[in-house]
């Protein structure tokens, strides 16, 4: 007998504060506001996963930021050198005469070799690290 009394009380007393439980309608709110959350959540999400990513983007890995004084000033000698090489095949587009010479140029890691053929101006890049060629062919007028 007392072991139903100890049964039934628990049960007696869920059922006495039961009576004045009430519930409300459960809303669905996206986070995400590529499904129509926040907009602000936006930063939040981001940052979380990024500082969940494990991985890093190996052409971030030498930025210039890292780079010393001297490779820094290489650097910018060789764009300098790049951008006047550029400017010299635009102004042979326009007239080869007054343009390029023939021959071979080294500019860093760059071999620039000038060839006139019978179609024109030739210039073959040549990236001695990687082995990479590029070829450039400016037509005779």
Do not use: H
């Not at 499904?35 to 996963?49: I, K, M, P, R, V």
């Not at 030498?62 to 550029?86: H, K």
């Not at 010479?101 to 030739?122: A, K, Y």
Request: charge should be negative; hydrophobic fraction near 45%; glycine fraction near 6%.
């Amino acid at each position: 007998m007392f072991k139903k009394i100890t049964t039934l009380l628990p049960l007696l007393f869920a059922l006495c504060f039961m009576t004045d439980l009430s519930a409300q309608q459960l809303v669905y709110r996206p986070i995400n506001p590529a499904f129509g959350g926040d907009t602000f959540n936006y930063q939040w999400l981001l940052q979380s996963a990024e500082a969940q990513n494990r991985f890093e983007d190996p052409a971030n890995a030498a930025s210039l930021d890292d780079l010393s004084d001297l490779d820094s000033f290489a650097d910018g000698l060789n764009r300098q050198l790049l951008s006047q090489l550029s400017r010299a095949l635009l102004n042979a587009q326009i007239n080869i005469n007054d343009g390029l010479q023939p021959g071979t140029f080294t500019f860093g890691n760059l071999e620039v070799e000038v060839l006139e053929t019978l179609n024109g101006l030739v210039v073959n890049i040549l990236d001695t690290n990687t082995g990479d060629t590029t070829q450039v062919v400016i037509p005779n007028n």
